[in-house]
């Protein structure tokens, strides 16, 4: 039985891959993500079924339209890759009869393309992170979720309002936009989502990894960089191994 689900959820998270990839082309440009169909932004051609098979298509073609040879952005395969990978680790983590397998994968079809088009266009819209806060809370009255209401609201709450707070006053002092509102709305769907327990490290681990990437890659005060991208990577490692790190932490405690 598991390789049957192995295979089914290679499948379906490469083609929900596939569809990400509509999201993080189109959403941005605030074009209809239905019409038209799949094609080459380029030379505008429309893109026929059998060429626009998940993976397969982009590695037979060489990343390239048949049509005008125009490269296809990397991002596409990574994706169309990356997502089935996810999906696939969650049923070895949780098993395919759990709530929580169900909860962080729809969670996961929200942040990656979150990521991609924060990554790209410095821009987290709220049609992505606003319903990520109704999806928090709403699986949160679900009995067999990690996460309670009480618990998922409180902490969405105290979020939203320190980080506005935040960002008020780093406007009044510094005269300028510090975290932008896309941020804002992001965390908090993470917190709902995650709980009290569970936020605060997720934020510690995203500013260690923008740290991190900024002395090592950037190292120049005047770039700038989205924070979006570290909070998904962030939220994605603790998906996995967030409750062992929080049993280690407990019996250091203990």
Same mark, same amino acid.
């Given at each position: 039985?598991? $390789?049957?689900? =192995?295979?089914?959820?290679?499948?379906?998270?490469a083609?929900?891959?596939?569809?990400?990839?509509?999201?993080?082309?189109?959403?941005?440009?605030?074009?209809?993500?239905?019409?038209? &169909?799949s094609?080459?932004s380029e030379?505008?051609?429309?893109?026929?079924w059998?060429l626009?098979?998940p993976? #397969?298509? *982009?590695?037979?073609?060489? &990343? +390239?339209?048949? *049509?005008?040879?125009?490269?296809?952005?990397?991002?596409?395969?990574?994706?169309?890759?990356?997502? $089935?990978?996810?999906?696939?680790?969650?049923?070895?983590?949780?098993?395919?009869?759990?709530?929580?397998? *169900?909860?962080?994968?729809?969670?996961?079809?929200?942040?990656?393309?979150?990521?991609? =088009?924060?990554?790209?266009?410095?821009?987290?819209?709220?049609?992505?992170? =606003?319903? #990520? =806060?109704?999806? &928090?809370?709403?699986?949160? #009255?679900?009995?067999?979720?990690?996460?309670?209401?009480?618990?998922?609201?409180?902490? &969405?709450a105290?979020?939203?309002?320190?980080? !506005?707070?935040?960002? *008020?006053?780093?406007? +009044?002092?510094?005269? +300028?936009?510090?975290m932008?509102?896309?941020?804002?709305?992001?965390?908090?769907?993470?917190?709902?989502?995650?709980?009290?327990?569970?936020?605060?490290?997720?934020?510690?681990?995203?500013?260690?990894?923008?740290?991190?990437?900024?002395?090592?890659?950037?190292?120049? +005060?005047?770039?700038?960089? $989205?924070?979006?991208?570290?909070?998904?990577?962030?939220?994605?490692?603790?998906?996995?191994?967030?409750?062992?790190?929080?049993?280690?932490?407990? #019996?250091? !405690?203990?």
């Amino acid at each position: 039985m598991t $390789p049957i689900i =192995i295979i089914l959820l290679a499948v379906l998270g490469a083609s929900l891959g596939s569809f990400f990839n509509v999201l993080i082309d189109r959403l941005p440009k605030k074009q209809s993500i239905v019409y038209p &169909g799949s094609r080459c932004s380029e030379c505008g051609k429309a893109i026929p079924w059998w060429l626009n098979i998940p993976v #397969l298509s *982009y590695v037979v073609l060489g &990343g +390239k339209c048949k *049509y005008c040879g125009a490269k296809i952005h990397w991002h596409h395969l990574i994706v169309e890759i990356i997502t $089935p990978i996810l999906f696939i680790l969650l049923f070895f983590k949780f098993g395919i009869e759990s709530f929580l397998f *169900y909860k962080y994968l729809v969670l996961i079809c929200f942040l990656i393309p979150i990521f991609l =088009i924060d990554l790209f266009e410095q821009l987290i819209l709220h049609v992505m992170s =606003i319903p #990520l =806060i109704v999806f &928090g809370l709403g699986s949160s #009255l679900v009995p067999q979720s990690d996460v309670g209401i009480i618990n998922s609201l409180l902490t &969405g709450a105290v979020v939203f309002s320190l980080l !506005v707070a935040i960002t *008020y006053l780093f406007a +009044k002092i510094q005269k +300028k936009e510090g975290m932008g509102g896309g941020d804002i709305w992001l965390m908090t769907g993470i917190a709902c989502c995650f709980g009290f327990l569970s936020a605060p490290f997720i934020i510690l681990i995203a500013s260690l990894l923008g740290i991190l990437f900024f002395a090592v890659m950037i190292r120049k +005060k005047s770039v700038g960089m $989205p924070f979006g991208p570290f909070l998904v990577l962030a939220s994605v490692i603790w998906v996995f191994v967030g409750d062992v790190l929080i049993d280690k932490l407990m #019996l250091k !405690v203990l």
